[in-house]
């Protein structure tokens, strides 16, 4: 075989192994960022900003807010799981994840996370208004620096947790012009009062893991017979009232208020199931059905104040 045959096999055969590499890198990047999460941020950003422009609905607006709030969004992801690489490494669940497996680098996550996260605050300050932008960056500042590190210190990090994850809608909310209102205030509780049951059925299902890994989440690795069930059926109960309010600042209509009274004594039922029954088949139902309950409700409501400019 000639010299140049032989150079030319190694070249394909280098591009054939940089292939699967760069894809297999590609898909770390991916995981960094949590799409999942990410994308269902990103929808109830899409849903706040259409019910703030329900009577002027613009695509172009939005897609600068979607675009500056994803990458502020990317950044926080990232950079959460970079503080959480020791607990990652101790937790089944999380142990593959890039970053304590060691395909991706501590500082490869340090320069893409703060690079993401201050370019979609300065592209949001720049192409959508300067409230959404401080808005972002508070909601990156709880997250990764208030309720990342204190899940070591305190299970009370589930309540300040809890701010940033109800805050994507209200950032559509600014991104279309609207202010910090009654309405705005009334979908922030909503989701507020919505994520306590969905973590909660979570952190019962990863206790123990949580425990090993040395965060102080609700509840703990033993905790008394139907605590956490008790306080699913409070928050849920206390969901039921609060997820009516949009009737009431003339944000939606009638058709809502019975979406979401229904829904909402669903969500009862199963907090009711897992209280009076504490296993993984009723937590992974609760968690199913609060992942019906918060798309269905915010689809409606978007409806719903959209017909009452029509």
């Known amino acids: 075989m000639s010299t140049t045959q032989q150079s030319y096999i ?16 590609f898909a770390d990047y991916i995981e960094l960022i949590k799409p999942r999460i990410s994308t269902m941020a990103l929808i109830s950003v899409a849903l706040g900003y259409t ?3 329900a009577h002027s609905w613009s695509v172009i607006p939005l897609l600068h807010a979607l675009f500056g709030i994803g990458l502020v969004a990317v950044g926080c992801n990232s950079l959460n799981q970079l503080l959480e690489i020791k607990s990652d490494a101790l937790m089944t669940r999380t142990v593959n994840r890039p970053l304590p497996s060691g ?11 703060i690079a993401s996260a201050l370019a979609g605050i300065f592209y949001l300050a720049l192409m959508v208004n300067l ?24 299970s009370l990090c589930t309540t300040i947790g809890a701010i940033p994850g109800a805050m994507p809608p209200i950032l559509g ?7 910090l209102n009654t309405s705005s205030f009334t979908i922030f509780a909503i989701m507020f009062f919505w994520q306590f049951p969905h973590f909660l059925a979570i952190a019962w299902l990863y206790r123990h893991q949580y425990h090993q890994a040395g965060l102080k989440m609700l509840p703990a690795p033993d905790p008394a017979r139907g605590m956490i ?70 689809l409606t409501l978007t409806w719903d104040r959209l017909q009452l400019f029509n």
């Open 131 to 154: 409230l959404t932008a401080f808005l972002s960056m508070l909601t990156l500042v709880l997250y990764v620096l208030v309720y990342t590190p204190l899940k070591r210190c305190t």
């Open 10 to 25: 190694a070249v394909e055969e280098s591009k054939t192994a940089a292939k699967p590499v760069s894809l297999a890198r």
């Open 173 to 179: 909310w600014t991104a279309a012009g609207g202010n």
């Open 229 to 298: 069930g008790w306080m699913c059926v409070i928050y849920a109960t206390l969901l039921i009232p609060v997820s009516l309010l949009p009737q009431f600042v003339s944000l939606s209509g009638t058709v809502y208020s019975a979406t979401a009274f229904v829904l909402g004594i669903g969500y009862l039922v199963f907090s009711i199931r897992f209280l009076r029954d504490e296993s993984r088949k009723t937590a992974r139902e609760l968690i199913w059905f609060s992942l019906i309950y918060l798309p269905v409700l915010l």
């Open 103 to 113: 395909r991706i680098s501590v500082s490869e996550v340090l320069i893409f996370g």
């Open 51 to 53: 019910m703030a422009s």
